[in-house]
């Protein structure tokens, strides 16, 4: 299978909710600068659908796997306006369109490239949001398979903002590697996280960005905000319509955010 084969598999997957071998069982040698290949290609494919950048998100952020699969850096994949909500403070879902989704809770930033480059050092604004990821091989996970499949990305919603003019902003930000976080489902505690899980402080996540983005084009969106998700602090949790999903904060003055998921 070539990878153009593999993109058109994927996408397959993605559109009947279908699950498909690990993507580097399908192409042999597939590596990561492949699967970024692919993933590219699944970008453009989704843009040929009307789908359009909204941002980034940030994956394998926990550094005490990398070893583990021979990587040095996180991974990344794009966000879409299509995909992304923004909720203040609660959010419905449908999981109408996913194949096995799971739920993280992660620290998002908004960052200003108004009418020039984005300025990845100075975050417009902070959030703690859910990023809902999915899989169509089976959760078997490694860097190569998880870039090449959408990078696992299925949707984000954003909790209520806190901006860079807003008081307490700015001690808020150094204070994310104390963030705390649990996570409820139907009001039963699920997990417990905190912000150093990635990569030591969340906003350490934004430097790998301007760098791991060029193996994507270029946004044809050349003003607005982005959104970058920085990586879960909380271990996956498989959902289910129905179900009311909650992350409480402690540490950091952010607001919480609450999910209803719908079929």
């Not at 963030?179 to 030591?200: H, I, Q």
Request: glycine residues 12%.
């Amino acid at each position: 299978m070539t990878e153009a084969d593999l993109a058109t598999a994927l996408l397959g997957a993605r559109d009947g909710r279908s699950t498909t071998p690990p993507p580097t069982r399908q192409v042999e040698g597939l590596g990561l600068d492949g699967a970024y290949r692919v993933g590219a290609a699944l970008e453009r494919r989704l843009r040929e659908r009307g789908y359009r950048r909204a941002g980034w998100k940030v994956g394998f952020t926990n550094r005490t796997v990398w070893p583990r699969f021979g990587i040095s850096e996180p991974i990344l994949g794009p966000v879409y306006e299509q995909t992304l909500t923004m909720a203040v403070p609660a959010a419905e879902l449908s999981l109408a369109g996913f194949c096995s989704p799971r739920i993280e809770v992660e620290v998002m930033f908004g960052i200003e490239a108004e009418g020039g480059a984005p300025d990845w050092s100075r975050p417009a604004w902070m959030a703690v949001g859910f990023e809902v990821v999915d899989c169509h091989y089976g959760w078997d996970l490694t860097p190569a398979d998880s870039v090449a499949d959408f990078a696992l990305h299925g949707a984000l919603v954003v909790g209520p903002r806190v901006h860079r003019s807003e008081p307490g902003f700015a001690d808020g930000i150094e204070r994310l590697d104390r963030l705390e976080v649990r996570l409820f489902r139907n009001d039963e505690p699920v997990a417990e996280g905190r912000g150093s899980a990635v990569l030591g402080h969340p906003r350490a996540a934004l430097g790998f960005v301007p760098r791991l983005r060029s193996n994507f084009e270029a946004s044809s969106r050349a003003s607005g905000e982005r959104v970058v998700s920085t990586g879960t602090m909380t271990p996956l949790a498989p959902l289910a319509a129905g179900e009311h999903w909650r992350v409480e904060v402690g540490g950091v003055d952010l607001p919480g955010l609450e999910l209803l998921l719908k079929n």
